[in-house]
């Protein structure tokens, strides 16, 4: 049994490209501001979990080894928080016929072992929502293609891929962020993004230099 729900998941992931990999902490929150639809897969000796997305609810799990697969709610249970993801975009239509068989009903078990709350900053008075948009260079030229991940502290709040200009937006609170950037092959730059106003336009250059407007 364990073998044909491995073999079924591995033909649905085939069709997909991995999104980024993830903490479980790291892909709630990123589910909670992205609203990815998708599988995400977390593979050890011995064992295997899929957690299964629709519009950015873990509405759906599988725990899958040699003993045979636990669905649902029974599957949650046995997260620990440790695991790490790859996150898969998948349509619809597959996930809610996967969902159909694993539904995840209470889902307090998933926020014991992932926060679910967003970090704030600042005190609550003090807080707006804000646009931050970015535009990665690689000295002149503009970076399409760039995968960039807004974090506070250890946790992903957001990510996206730079368009052709090299341009991506997201709404965040104000505050205070670390960037990361990598390009198509893998490398990575950081910087510390810090906005205080409805929408601020920065610039990030891979080559080495950071313009951060704020």
């Given at each position: 049994?364990?073998?044909?729900?491995?073999?079924?998941?591995?033909?649905?992931?085939?069709?997909?490209?991995?999104?980024?990999?993830?903490?479980?902490?790291?892909?709630?929150?990123?589910?909670?501001?992205?609203?990815?639809?998708?599988?995400?897969?977390?593979?050890?000796?011995?064992?295997?979990?899929?957690?299964?997305?629709?519009?950015?609810?873990?509405?759906?799990?599988?725990?899958?080894?040699?003993?045979?697969?636990?669905?649902?709610?029974?599957?949650?249970?046995?997260?620990?928080?440790?695991?790490?993801?790859?996150?898969?975009?998948?349509?619809?239509?597959?996930?809610?016929?996967?969902?159909?068989?694993?539904?995840?009903?209470?889902?307090?078990?998933?926020?014991?072992?992932?926060?679910?709350?967003?970090?704030?900053?600042g005190t609550p008075t003090r807080q707006?929502?804000?646009?931050?948009?970015?535009?990665?260079?690689?000295?002149?030229?503009?970076?399409?293609?760039?995968?960039?991940?807004?974090?506070?502290?250890?946790?992903?709040?957001?990510?996206?891929?730079?368009?052709?200009?090299?341009?991506?937006?997201?709404?965040?609170?104000?505050?205070?962020?670390?960037?990361?950037?990598?390009?198509?092959?893998?490398?990575r730059t950081r910087c510390i993004i810090?906005?205080?106003?409805?929408?601020?336009?920065?610039?990030?250059?891979?080559?080495?230099?950071?313009?951060?407007?704020?």
């Open positions: 049994m364990c073998m044909d729900i491995n073999g079924l998941m591995d033909e649905i992931l085939q069709q997909s490209t991995c999104k980024g990999r993830f903490t479980l902490n790291e892909l709630l929150h990123y589910s909670t501001t992205q609203s990815p639809t998708g599988v995400a897969v977390f593979k050890e000796k011995g064992h295997t979990f899929f957690l299964v997305i629709s519009g950015g609810e873990a509405n759906g799990a599988m725990f899958v080894d040699e003993k045979g697969t636990l669905f649902g709610d029974s599957a949650v249970l046995r997260l620990t928080g440790k695991e790490e993801f790859e996150l898969f975009p998948v349509m619809p239509s597959i996930a809610d016929a996967l969902v159909s068989r694993c539904r995840v009903f209470d889902k307090s078990h998933l926020k014991k072992n992932g926060r679910l709350d967003i970090p704030t900053i707006r929502i804000g646009v931050l948009c970015l535009t990665v260079r690689d000295g002149e030229k503009p970076l399409a293609g760039a995968h960039v991940a807004i974090r506070k502290g250890k946790v992903v709040m957001t990510g996206d891929v730079t368009d052709s200009a090299g341009r991506v937006c997201f709404r965040l609170l104000n505050g205070r962020y670390m960037c990361v950037v990598s390009d198509r092959l893998g490398e810090e906005f205080h106003e409805p929408q601020v336009e920065a610039c990030i250059d891979i080559g080495g230099t950071e313009d951060e407007n704020r």
